[in-house]
């Protein structure tokens, strides 16, 4: 739903499919009146969760993409602009053990550039990402260590690497 000012309706749309339960998790306004909404997205009566990735553009801009893998359960949470203009997701690729990922999506057609996997321990999942005074980036989550759950706190460098 989009409305003005004056809080009238200008436009309403829902987005998904029929045939998948999709949750929405977090929105990006970059500035431009453009918003980018990132969803959880899994086939009903099936596995193959992926995420959705949707831009409603002011300016005509729109796209709507799945990104991961078949025979791949993937779950995300949060979605920030990177300094480049572009998408970073913080993901989890929780098929067999858990594995923490970070998914890099242009903006202007939301094409993937790149996947980075980060192989911590099997219960480590992240759940958030932001920048860093750096231009690096912080990710945090949980691990679950000796039937402990603890925080943690990554802190990335600018190619994405600890």
Same mark, same amino acid.
């Given at each position: =739903?989009?409305?003005?000012?004056?809080?009238?309706?200008?436009?309403?749309?829902?987005?998904?499919?029929?045939?998948? $339960? %999709?949750? !929405?998790?977090?929105?990006?306004? $970059?500035?431009?009146?453009?918003?980018?909404?990132?969803?959880?997205?899994?086939? *009903?009566?099936?596995?193959?969760?992926? @995420?959705? /990735?949707?831009?409603?553009?002011?300016?005509?801009?729109?796209?709507? $993409?799945? #990104?991961?893998?078949?025979? #791949?359960?993937?779950?995300?949470?949060?979605?920030?602009?990177? #300094?480049?203009?572009?998408?970073? *997701?913080?993901?989890?690729?929780?098929?067999?053990?858990?594995?923490?990922?970070? #998914?890099? @999506? %242009?903006?202007? /057609? !939301?094409?993937?550039?790149?996947?980075?996997?980060?192989?911590?321990?099997?219960?480590?999942?992240? &759940?958030?990402?932001? +920048?860093? &005074?750096?231009?690096?980036?912080? /990710?945090?989550?949980?691990?679950?260590?000796?039937?402990? +759950?603890?925080? &943690?706190? =990554?802190?990335?460098?600018?190619? &994405? %690497?600890?």
């Amino acid at each position: =739903m989009r409305i003005d000012t004056t809080g009238d309706t200008v436009w309403t749309f829902q987005y998904g499919r029929d045939s998948y $339960n %999709e949750i !929405g998790y977090s929105v990006v306004n $970059n500035g431009n009146d453009n918003f980018i909404i990132l969803r959880n997205s899994t086939p *009903i009566g099936s596995g193959d969760a992926k @995420i959705r /990735v949707i831009k409603i553009g002011a300016d005509d801009s729109s796209w709507n $993409n799945l #990104y991961g893998a078949t025979n #791949y359960d993937i779950e995300a949470y949060k979605i920030i602009n990177d #300094y480049g203009g572009n998408y970073i *997701i913080a993901a989890n690729d929780v098929t067999d053990d858990i594995n923490p990922k970070l #998914y890099l @999506i %242009e903006d202007s /057609v !939301g094409r993937l550039l790149n996947t980075y996997d980060y192989n911590l321990n099997d219960d480590t999942k992240i &759940f958030s990402i932001d +920048t860093a &005074f750096d231009k690096g980036y912080i /990710v945090a989550g949980y691990g679950i260590c000796n039937n402990d +759950t603890d925080g &943690f706190v =990554m802190k990335l460098d600018t190619a &994405f %690497e600890q």
